[in-house]
Antibody, heavy 120, light 107 residues
């Protein structure tokens, strides 16, 4: 059974750092396209970052230079290192697998989300 | 960036009604369009991929259509458990972008 379990969220002061983890089971993270998607309280979904199987990484302009997506193949875990956090980064952060099936791509598995609150 | 414009932003309908949500892309996205359902406090769930393909296990009352820039999501007969917010999402180009969501309520 495929499962994604996020952890690492919490309350952090503006300017601080936090690392989110997403432990995967039922598939191999390094063989897949993996993403972070966030949702501010009462708002819609916002794509944050994507890592390819080959290791290429991509970021939304709103987090570029502050966030880093990575993975640990030995732990089958995806990470999001978040630095220089701002109040507008407050959101539930979801990890999700972006399944590549021929000529279509979709987020087929999602974690339960972890809440990050940036506030003094 | 490709902008995804969903309408309406909210919708109230009765059980058994046919419900339609539209999503318009700011440029041609080659049918690379997915639809998700999100219930309060839960992660999004994939319903439709590649504009019109029903994800495995999703009830057949859900359907999608469209091409190019204009897409439609339909629930043929609304059920109480369909109360949720629905999002379209494109993946033709990075950044991946979502519509702003349609909140569906029971009348």
């Amino acid at each position: 059974e495929v499962q994604l379990v996020e952890s690492g969220g919490g309350l952090i002061q503006p300017g601080g750092s936090l690392r989110l983890s997403c432990a995967a089971s039922g598939f191999t993270v390094s063989y897949n396209y993996m993403s972070w998607v966030r949702q501010a309280p009462g708002k819609g979904l916002e794509w944050v970052s994507l890592i390819y199987p080959g290791g290429s990484t991509y970021y939304a302009d709103s987090v570029k230079g502050r966030f880093t997506i990575s993975r640990d193949n030995s732990k089958n875990t995806l990470y999001l290192q978040m630095n220089s956090l701002r109040a507008e980064d407050t959101a539930v952060y979801y990890c999700a697998r972006l399944f590549y099936g021929g000529n279509h791509r979709e987020y087929d598995y999602w974690g339960q989300g972890t809440l990050v609150t940036v506030s003094s | 960036d490709i902008q995804m414009t969903q309408s309406p932003s909210s919708l109230s309908a009765s059980v058994g009604d046919r419900v339609t949500i539209t999503c318009q892309a700011s440029q041609d996205i080659n049918n690379y369009l997915n639809w998700y359902q999100q219930k309060p406090g839960k992660a999004p769930k994939l319903l439709i991929y590649d504009a019109s393909n029903l994800e495995t296990g999703v009830p057949s009352r859900f359907s999608g259509s469209g091409s190019g820039t204009d897409f439609t999501f339909t629930i043929s007969s609304l059920q109480p458990e369909d109360i949720a917010t629905y999002y379209c999402q494109q993946y033709d180009n990075l950044p991946i972008t979502f519509g702003q969501g349609t909140r569906l309520e029971i009348k």
